[in-house]
């Protein structure tokens, strides 16, 4: 029971990541506030987690400012921040929309971004508090059909890293989640160039982890303090491949 008694609030709480998360922090204690825009899902999960009684849903679009203005005074004092709330995305760069690339900076960084600073101030009066942004290994290794995914990931490796060093005195603590594949929906919701939704689950998620899996590794990360954690198969190597032979790397992911 690392978390008991915290408040750890989950953005994207309705599937997913999210939705393991909720249930892994729930069986350590923690007093969950769960946010997405479908109540009917967070619903599901809140009865799913321990003790569901304890936890709270807190609809939210992170594309609102307003909302997540109003939301963040409603949560009131918040332990653990997890930002796992997003969209991916399916579709060459130049055969998609400006509108698309907008789309998904708008929810996956500055929603991000906002909502962290809307929670901030509480955390700083408190000199205490912990934010778990989930990025994803695409935050590091740009590949075909997901420039707009890979650019909101890479700002938030950007936006963090300058926040663990002007918070660190202050006992801000920061862990960035980086998956592989995790057997989520994220492919089937993920955005085509149009915006509509592509609607297809990849083969890559049909046999990846699973995220209950991976949940169990993230709260572990957050109990030991650490900085980063990596989760999925083998393509998390990409991450210290693009490091030591970026060159080779840049071939292999080449549209043929």
Not at 26 to 45: D, K, M, P, Q, T
Not at 74 to 100: C, F, K, P
């Amino acid at each position: 029971m690392r978390f008991a008694n915290k408040t750890v609030w989950i953005t994207g709480g309705s599937s997913g990541i999210g939705e393991a998360l909720a249930v892994a922090w729930s069986r350590e204690g923690a007093r969950l506030i769960l946010s997405a825009r479908n109540v009917a899902e967070l619903e599901r999960v809140r009865r799913a987690c321990n003790d569901p009684e304890l936890h709270r849903i807190l609809p939210l679009d992170l594309t609102d400012t307003g909302a997540i203005n109003a939301a963040a005074k409603q949560a009131g004092d918040v332990d653990v921040l997890v930002h796992s709330g997003g969209v991916s995305q399916r579709s060459l760069a130049a055969e998609t929309d400006l509108a698309t690339d907008r789309a998904i900076m708008d929810l996956n960084y500055f929603g991000t971004v906002a909502l962290t600073k809307a929670v901030l101030p509480s955390m700083l009066a408190r000199k205490s508090g912990h934010i778990v942004p989930i990025s994803s290994v695409i935050g590091y290794v740009g590949i075909p059909t997901r420039s707009a995914y890979a650019a909101s990931k890479h700002a938030l490796h950007g936006f963090f890293e300058a926040l663990r060093a002007e918070t660190a005195k202050d006992g801000i603590r920061i862990t960035m989640v980086v998956p592989g594949y995790v057997r989520t929906k994220v492919s089937e919701n993920a955005l085509r160039g149009d915006g509509t939704a592509y609607g297809k689950l990849d083969d890559t998620h049909a046999k990846a982890m699973l995220p209950e899996r991976a949940a169990e590794k993230i709260v572990d990360a957050v109990a030991r303090n650490r900085a980063e954690v990596r989760v999925g198969g083998k393509e998390i190597w990409a991450v210290l491949l693009r490091r030591l032979l970026p060159g080779l790397l840049r071939r292999v992911l080449r549209v043929r």
